[in-house]
């Protein structure tokens, strides 16, 4: 157990809805980290955030959204959702900003039919 | 639970060899590496890191080779249990904030 928590953990929606994904870091970590687990495109980065602040980018559409709460909790909400965005999110968690050893969370699966 | 990558590069070893796994890295300007595993279901598991300043580190039954001079990592990991089986992604940090993962090699042990 990485002590990273995710819920939920399976989505079943329809295209053109949205949904939220939600995300608990590990105790003490700062950073909070999306990703994007799909079978023909593996793990991408989607976005991350230290200590309630945007830090990175990565491949995130503007469909996609996240924001990291006071308590570090944090939330990716995906809309307008297609097809291809069926696949596995994760979070991950570090003690810091730079990127050092992150613990992931067990995922959520999101299916859109 | 789903797979992940059906298409992965795949090893077969048996149990009780020893696994070494590849991966190529794309940015000279990387300054640090890890490896994960991801058992079927679960999220990546942290390994072994290694920075840039060093060409080898050691855990307990891994060992993570670095030579920047082709861009190369390797993980090995001693005497291969079924528990092994997994897909092992490496990663790269080239500077700053951003982590670039590999596509991943699934690795079957065989009993």
């Known amino acids: 157990d990485s002590g990273v928590t995710q819920t939920p953990k399976h989505l079943i929606t329809a295209t053109g809805q949205r949904v939220t994904l939600r995300c608990s870091p590990r105790s003490g970590d700062l950073s909070v980290y999306w990703y994007q687990q799909s079978l023909d495109q593996g793990l991408q980065f989607l976005i991350q955030?230290?200590?309630?602040?945007?830090?990175a980018k990565g491949n995130i559409l503007e469909r996609f959204s996240a924001q990291q709460f006071p308590d570090l909790h944090s939330e990716l909400n995906l809309s307008s959702l297609e097809l291809g965005d069926s696949a596995l999110y994760f979070c991950?968690?570090?003690?810091?900003?730079?990127?050092?050893?992150?613990?992931f969370g067990p995922g959520t699966r999101l299916l859109v039919l | 639970g789903e797979s992940v990558g059906l298409h992965l590069p795949t090893l077969s070893v048996q149990e009780g060899d020893n696994s070494i796994i590849n991966c190529a890295y794309s940015n000279s300007a990387s300054d640090y590496f890890i490896w994960y595993k991801q058992e079927s279901g679960k999220g990546p598991q942290f390994i072994i890191d290694?920075?840039?300043?060093?060409d080898k580190r050691q855990g307990q039954r891994v060992t993570v080779l670095l030579n920047k001079t082709v861009k190369h990592l390797s993980l090995q990991i001693a005497a291969t249990q079924p528990g092994d089986s997994a897909v092992y992604f490496c990663?790269?940090?080239?500077?700053?904030?951003?982590?670039?993962f590999g596509a991943g090699t699934r690795l079957f042990v065989k009993a």
């Open positions: 955030y230290y200590n309630g602040e945007e830090r």
């Open positions: 290694i920075r840039s300043n060093m």
């Open positions: 991950a968690s570090s003690v810091g900003l730079f990127q050092e050893t992150q613990y």
């Open positions: 990663a790269e940090r080239p500077g700053g904030f951003k982590t670039i």
